[in-house]
């Protein structure tokens, strides 16, 4: 199948040692058995989405963290990375319905193709299966994972209170993205090292970097929704802009464009005014403050991996910081 294949190929790490990237084909291989149902339109929806594929960077944090800390037990840490892929894939279906997006991963969205019913339990059937994989480990480690969903959702709602709303902030902003995004990541690295036999203090340092490396790789994607090019991304840019969605460069360029700031609260602003939006925000300077702050916390990433002991995965995870830092040049 051919979106099977794209899956896979986007979920490598290049650079990295080969075990790692069959690690990552480990659990493209339990997604696709997790998202099986009796009922075949649930797992035709499912296989939609997950198939379209995704850069699978949670997961690979998670592997990583899991080697560097000393972890060997492939069938705990792959369970766990694909029960946080099954949470974050469950999540974007009800963004979608959220959103009324048509497009996502460059291809239709299930709310598009499957209508909004359709979506919606699928949404809620592979949150499920996410939980039915966590409920083998200790009372700590779903605590953790419940945790985080909390944050999603809580995040999700304060993104929909800025929504077209100019009195955002940038500190507004990073809580949304602490709570949307880097929970995940965050929740993700410490399940890792506690897993992996870590001291507690190993744990919060990894913790640490997984929020770390959540918040840099959500600033970039802001980034590139402003400053990326369509083909690259395999999907039309300016979709926060449309939609009113306070991403970083929004934020900060209706500041100081009155323009950006009408097209931002515009229920329905056309594609020639997103289109000179966009050019304003690039032209406003602002896009160099984003790259500031997404390094910042790439540093900060980098930072916490200082906890570990040498070894050749803690280089692959600076390796993916590095990448995902590139992503923005």
């Known amino acids: 199948m051919t979106t099977g294949a794209n899956s896979r190929a986007r979920s490598r790490i290049h650079g990295a040692d080969p075990q790692i990237n069959e690690m990552l084909e ?3 291989a ?3 058995e997790r ?3 009796r009922e075949p339109l649930l797992t035709e929806i499912s296989t939609h989405l997950i198939g379209s594929g995704g850069k699978r960077v949670r997961p690979a944090v998670t592997l990583l963290i899991y080697r560097a800390c000393g972890g060997h037990d492939l069938d705990d840490i792959v369970d766990v990375a694909t029960a946080l892929e099954l949470i974050h894939s469950a999540t974007l279906l009800h963004d979608d319905i959220i959103d009324g997006s048509e497009v996502r991963r460059g291809t239709d969205s299930a709310l598009h193709k499957y209508g909004l019913a359709n979506t919606l339990v699928t949404g809620d059937f592979v949150f499920s299966r996410a939980f039915q994989l966590c409920a083998r480990f200790d009372e700590e480690l779903i605590e953790w ?4 969903c909390i944050a999603l959702t809580e995040g999700e709602t304060m993104q929909a209170r800025f929504r077209r709303n100019p009195a955002v902030t940038v500190e507004d902003y990073l809580e949304i993205i602490t709570r949307k995004t880097a929970s995940l990541f965050q929740q993700g690295a410490r399940t890792a090292a506690r897993l992996a036999g870590a001291p507690r203090a190993l744990v919060e340092a990894m913790a640490s970097c997984g929020l770390n490396v959540g918040m840099t790789f959500q600033i970039i994607d802001d980034l590139l929704d402003v400053d990326g090019a369509e083909a690259r991304l395999g999907k039309p840019i300016g979709i926060d802009l449309r939609d009113g969605n306070p991403s970083l460069p929004i934020v ?3 500041r100081q464009d009155r323009d950006v700031a009408r097209t931002f609260q515009d229920a329905a602003p056309t594609a020639a005014e997103i289109d000179a939006g966009l050019r304003r925000i690039r032209s406003s300077g602002v896009l160099a403050e984003v790259r500031n702050l997404a390094a ?3 540093t900060r990433a980098l930072q916490d991996l200082a ?3 040498a070894s050749a995965d803690r280089d692959h995870l600076a390796l993916l910081i ?3 830092l590139k992503r923005a040049e």
């Open 26 to 28: 480990l659990v493209e």
């Open 30 to 32: 339990r997604l696709t």
């Open 35 to 37: 998202v099986q149902s």
């Open 145 to 148: 994972a419940a945790e985080a």
């Open 252 to 254: 900060l360029a209706i």
């Open 296 to 298: 910042q916390y790439g």
């Open 307 to 309: 906890a570990l002991p």
């Open 322 to 324: 590095g990448q995902l």
